[in-house]
């Protein structure tokens, strides 16, 4: 937890509609799960917490994520980039991070039939440019 | 390389702006690296040259990571989210993804002394809600 988050939310540079991308990653398996967003309420309320808290641009209300399924988001370790307009949490994820039961929201793959579930892979490492 | 990216495409919802969040993971460590924004013309230009392409909103211009630095990212591979509007690119880095240096943007971490480069946890795992 932190004590006193305002020192932190001074260095968040909130866009136009007072919100911030929030990439989120497995702690255990360094998967990424899923991006979404924070305003400066819910920033404070999960470094506080603890516990991951978005804003939900659709609903238009604080969403604690797995208030309602159960599957929360602990955080681990939290992290700003360099220009400050985007944070990456480390977190405990329970059960799956994506409303469509999959663990992690990325679960469609680029190939060249389309995005596949479990897709071959759309780049040959010795094709790409190196 | 993706032969066809129409179809791909079609499935990414842009915003207001026409832009879409890509986060960028390292291949070799899964160390997340950045989060940028790309447009509809060089999602096609990433997804065709294998190589990763922004849009600047800063400079209005569409931009080569690494085309001035030497520090490119080779494309890996792609994934979409459930909703469209966040992509997951896995990438060869080379050199540092950070213009200031670092291998990562997200060199700055939270403690309760506000945000350190090199900064304690400030979750306790024993702690943090579970």
């Given at each position: 937890m932190i004590d006193a988050p305002d020192a932190l939310l001074d260095h968040v540079q909130f866009d136009d509609d007072g919100l911030v991308a929030a990439i989120v990653q497995d702690d255990e398996t360094d998967e990424v799960l899923m991006m979404a967003f924070m305003n400066e309420n819910t920033l404070a309320l999960t470094l506080k917490t603890g516990r991951m808290t978005y804003w939900s641009r659709s609903r238009e209300e604080v969403w604690v994520k797995?208030?309602?399924?159960?599957?929360t988001q602990a955080v681990r370790s939290v992290r700003l980039d360099c220009d400050g307009d985007a944070l990456l949490f480390r977190v405990t994820q329970?059960?799956?991070?994506?409303?469509?039961?999959?663990?992690?929201?990325?679960?469609r793959r680029a190939s060249n039939d389309g995005?596949?579930?479990?897709?071959?892979?759309?780049?040959d490492p010795d094709e790409a440019y190196g």
């Open positions: 797995g208030a309602t399924s159960g599957n329970k059960g799956g991070a994506c409303h469509t039961g999959h663990h992690s929201c990325f679960f995005w596949q579930e479990d897709g071959e892979m759309a780049f």
